[in-house]
C-alpha cells in the first residue's frame, strides 16, 4: 500500500513561516496530483494548494502570494512554503495524492486517494 508521512508542522508566530514536507511510499507507478489540504476546528476540509502534472498548480484565494507548493518526483515528495502566516491559517494540515499504486506484483496496478495523517499548523496572534 502507499503512504504519505507530514513532516513541518509546528507553533509559530504570525508573520512567521513554516515549510510543511509529504513523502510518499509504497510500490508507485505515477503520482498524478499531490496537494495540502487543511481542516480548522468546527470546520470543512479544504483544499490549499495542488500541484498537478505539468507543473501547473492551484491555490485557494486566501493562500495566494503567500504559500507555494512545491514538488520533486524523484523523491515522490510534495513542499507548502508557507509564509506571513495568519492565525486564521491554524488548521490540521493533510497531504493527499491521486496514486497509481499496486499493493503487490501479484496485482494490478489501481488509481485512487491517499491522505496522510496530518499535521498541525498553530499560528499565534
Known amino acids: 500500500q502507499v503512504q504519505l508521512v507530514e513532516s513541518g508542522g509546528g507553533l509559530v508566530q504570525a508573520g512567521g513561516s513554516l515549510r510543511l514536507s509529504c513523502v510518499a511510499s509504497?510500490?508507485?507507478?505515477?503520482?498524478?496530483?499531490m496537494g495540502w489540504y487543511r481542516q480548522a476546528p468546527g470546520k470543512q476540509r479544504e483544499l490549499v494548494a495542488a500541484?498537478?502534472?505539468?507543473?501547473?498548480?492551484d491555490y485557494v484565494d486566501g493562500v495566494k502570494g503567500r504559500f507555494t507548493i512545491s514538488r520533486d518526483n524523484t523523491k515522490n515528495a510534495v513542499y507548502l512554503q508557507m509564509s506571513s502566516l495568519k492565525p486564521e491559517d491554524t488548521a490540521v494540515y493533510y497531504c493527499?495524492?491521486?496514486?497509481?499504486?499496486?499493493?503487490?506484483?501479484?496485482?494490478?496496478?489501481?488509481?485512487?486517494?491517499?491522505w496522510g495523517r496530518g499535521t498541525q499548523v498553530t499560528v499565534s496572534s
Open positions: 509504497g510500490s508507485i507507478f505515477s503520482i498524478n496530483v
Open positions: 493527499n495524492a491521486d496514486v497509481v499504486a499496486r499493493a503487490s506484483v501479484f496485482q494490478a496496478y489501481t488509481r485512487r486517494d491517499y
Open positions: 500541484f498537478r502534472s505539468g507543473g501547473i498548480t
